[in-house]
Every structure is written in C-alpha cells, then in structure tokens.
Nanobody, 131 residues
C-alpha cells in the first residue's frame, strides 16, 4: 500500500521560507515522478511543481517559478519543496503527489488537464503566509 506523509507546513511571515517534506513508502520510490499540488480555500487544487524519477528534470507552475525548488532523495524515499520569498497568495493546503505510472515525465504531471492523471496523494499540510 502506497503511503505519502507530508510534514513541514506552518505559519510564516511574507518573505519568509518553509521546507516541506514528503516521505513515501509501499513501492519503489525511484521509479515514479513526484510532485506538489496546493488548494486554497474556495479554489480547485492546482499544480505547483514536479520532479522526474532521477531528479534531473523539474517543472514548475509560473506562479512559483524562481521562488520554489523541488528535490528528491531516492535513498530516503523522500521529496522536498523549498519555498522562499513566500507571499500571502501561497497560503493553501499543500499535497504531495506520486504518479501511478512509472517513469512518466515531470512535465506530464505539470501540464495534464486538471484531475486527468491518477495520483497517490498525501494527507496535506497547511501553509499560511501572513503579511
């Protein structure tokens, strides 16, 4: 059974930083692209960032490009999202996502139509940015 467990959310002032982690278990972590999505109150869940199996390719939403960095440690079966220069509009529940098809690209996760890809999801972690 695949499990994704996020940690690292919290309350931060605008301009600050947070680092999210997602620990995976239940399958060969290194065979699947991973990503982060977020959902703000009253809005649909949206793509944030994705990373390929080996970590060499990444893909970002325009809204976070240059501020957020996705990474992964396959030896630890963990992915990360380093969030810098946070803005109040980054406030959301952040979800770790794991692809269900092996060796698909990070760009596929980032460009697929909303809810068109089957994913494993974590439980979510709240990020709140205040001004």
């Amino acid at each position: 059974q695949v499990q994704l467990v996020e940690s690292g959310g919290g309350l931060v002032q605008a301009g600050g930083s947070l680092r999210l982690s997602c620990a995976a278990s239940g399958r060969t972590f290194s065979s699947y692209a991973m990503g982060w999505f977020r959902q703000a109150p009253g809005k649909e869940r949206e793509f944030v960032a994705a990373i390929s199996t080996g970590g060499g390719n990444t893909y970002y939403a325009d809204s976070v490009k240059g501020r957020f960095t996705i990474s992964r440690d396959n030896a630890k079966s963990t992915e990360y999202l380093q969030m810098n220069s946070l803005k109040p509009e980054d406030t959301a529940v952040y979800y770790c996502a794991g692809d269900t098809v092996s060796f698909r690209s990070a760009q596929t996760m980032g460009t697929a139509p909303h809810n068109s890809l089957s994913m494993y999801w974590g439980q979510g972690t709240q990020v709140t940015v205040f001004s």
